[in-house]
C-alpha cells in the first residue's frame, strides 16, 4: 500500500524552526518526486516547493526560497520540510505530497498541523 | 504565475441533481489540470488529472473536461459523500498553482 506518513502537529514561538518529516512506503522512493503543500485556516492550497524523485534537485516558491529547506533522506525514505524564522502567518496544515514532474500530485501525506504563537 | 480562478466559491445542489465547476487560468496550461477533493479534516483527494482522466477509483458520475484555459468538473448526481471543497491545480508552469475552491454544499 502507498503511503505517506508525516510527523505530528507542532507548536511553536515567533523565530523558531520546525521540521515536518514525510515517510513514503510501497513504493521505490526515488522514482517520485515529493512536493510541499500548506493551508492556512479556511485558505486555498499554496504550493511551497519540492525535491525531484532522481536526482534530489529542489525548487521552491519564491517566498520560501529563503526560509524553507527540503530535503530527503533516501535510506529511510523519508522527506523532510524545514521552515526558520516562523510567523504566526506560519500558521497552517502543511502536507506532503506524492508527484512526477509534469504530474499531479497521486498521493498526500494526512498533513501536520503546525501553530506559530507566542 | 497562472493564475487560477474557481466559480462559483460555493454552489448549493440537492442530493441527486447535477454540478457543474469551473477553472479559467490566466494562461494556457494546456491538459495539464488536476482536480482534488477535500473534506474538512483531511487531506485532498487527486480526481482528475490531464484534465480529464479520472484517477484510481473516482466513479463515473464525476467527469472533466476542458483544456487550454478553461475547464470543468462535473458531477452528474450528486451523493452525499460529494459534498466537499473541490481545488484545481496546473502543474506545467513554475510556480505550480492551485485555484481557490469550490465549496460544494447540500441545498
Known amino acids: 500500500q502507498v503511503r505517506l506518513v508525516q510527523s505530528g502537529a507542532e507548536l511553536k514561538k515567533p523565530g523558531a524552526s520546525v521540521r515536518v518529516s514525510c515517510k513514503a512506503s510501497?513504493?521505490?522512493?526515488?522514482?517520485?518526486?515529493i512536493h510541499w503543500v500548506r493551508q492556512a485556516p479556511g485558505q486555498r492550497l499554496e504550493w511551497m516547493g519540492w525535491i525531484s524523485g532522481g536526482s534530489g534537485n529542489t525548487k521552491y516558491l519564491q517566498k520560501f526560497q529563503d526560509r524553507g529547506t527540503i530535503s530527503r533522506d533516501t535510506s529511510a525514505t523519508t522527506a523532510y520540510l524545514e521552515l526558520r524564522g516562523l510567523r504566526s502567518e506560519d500558521t497552517a496544515v502543511y502536507y506532503c505530497?506524492?508527484?512526477?514532474?509534469?504530474?499531479?500530485?497521486?498521493?498526500w501525506g494526512q498533513g501536520t498541523m503546525v501553530t506559530v504563537s507566542s | 504565475e497562472v493564475v487560477l480562478t474557481q466559480s462559483p466559491a460555493t454552489l448549493s445542489v440537492s442530493p441527486g441533481e447535477r454540478a457543474t465547476l469551473s477553472c479559467t487560468a490566466s494562461q494556457s496550461v494546456s491538459s495539464h489540470l488536476a482536480w482534488y477533493q477535500q473534506k474538512p479534516g483531511q487531506a485532498p483527494r487527486l480526481l482528475f488529472y490531464?484534465?480529464?482522466t479520472r484517477a484510481t477509483g473516482i466513479p463515473a458520475r464525476f467527469s472533466g473536461s476542458g483544456s487550454g484555459t478553461e475547464f470543468t468538473l462535473t458531477i452528474s448526481s450528486l451523493q452525499s459523500g460529494d459534498f466537499a471543497v473541490y481545488y484545481c491545480?496546473?502543474?506545467?508552469?513554475?510556480?505550480?498553482?492551485f485555484g481557490g475552491g469550490t465549496k460544494v454544499e447540500i441545498k
Open positions: 505530497a506524492r508527484g512526477a514532474l509534469y504530474d499531479a500530485f497521486d498521493i
Open positions: 490531464g484534465a480529464s
Open positions: 491545480q496546473q502543474y506545467i508552469h513554475w510556480p505550480l498553482t
Open positions: 510501497g513504493y521505490s522512493f526515488t522514482t517520485y518526486a
